[in-house]
């Protein structure tokens, strides 16, 4: 993956550093009054950053990833971010340790909403084709984000990620590894599975998703939260997977294109087990401290994510591409 279009002045500034030798990157701070979570220059610069600690870019040193000025300057995207996420999330009411499973479910109860309906029943191929390219940006690279928080965790949470992570990753099988379900997903769709072929596509809301993930995971301060994301995302998967799977089938795709879908219905009817109790109920039992963050986690997840398929929904609903302009999807 090379460094995408520029978006504005703080990608153009950001990117014209990141191709030179690490040294002093610049930044322009954002305007003040606008949108973070839907800012395309500023998800996008944040999404470059973070990218430094996954896969990286062709076209940028790796030692970019711990150039202190670039450090700071992702710290200052990340307050923005930050302030967005808590005047757009309010923190749930606290509650003790010992509740906290059933805190998740009272905020996931209503996490399937009407984009998978969607999916299942009305979607023509090419806005499913839009639906997998918005997801392709955290898919292929799933659980990545999550898999931060192990070294940051002990006993019975860091068991219960563990075992979570272990499904994700394929159990030490490549052609099992969601990430790769995903590519097949994306193939039989005739979409390119090349990671991150689709970053110049997706609006600032979708690339919000992917950063909520990173923001949460790079920080240990952050432990509780991403813990609580992770349950969020496994306490809501299984019913729209299963509409996903069905609305593609709908639309002549194969066995192996569902692959992906039906095989979060299956594990993540456990995985949300695992989550809520033992990752999130461990936490908290062990760390008091963190049990605000574990449902703030979540309703951050859950918020974002609405944010993200309303938007989807609504440019669909206007007759628009969900996606920024340029070219055509189909390989």
Known sequence: ??????????????????????????????????????DGDLQLALFACYELHYQGFDDVDERWEWEPSLLGVRAGLERHFEEALAAAVPRPRPVAPGQVRRALADLCRAGDGPLSRHLQRRATLDQFREFVVHRSIYHLKEADPHTWAIPRLRGRAKAALVEIQADEYGGGRRERMHSELFRATMRGLGLDDAYGAYLDRVPGITLAVSNLM??????????????GHLAALEMTSSLPNRRYAA??????????????????VQADAVHEQVAAHDLCGGLAADDPALTGDILYGAACALEVDRLWAEQVLGRWERGESSLEAAGHLVS
């Open 1 to 38: 993956m090379r460094l995408p279009e520029a978006r504005g002045p703080i990608t153009a500034r950001l990117f014209a550093s990141l191709a030179g030798e690490p040294g002093e990157a610049v930044l322009v701070t954002p305007v003040p009054g606008g949108d973070p979570l839907h």
């Open 214 to 227: 990173s923001l949460f995971g790079l920080h240990r301060r952050r432990r509780g939260a991403l813990a």
């Open 247 to 264: 609305g593609l089938r709908r639309l002549g795709g194969d066995d192996a294109a569902a692959l992906f879908y039906d095989e979060h």
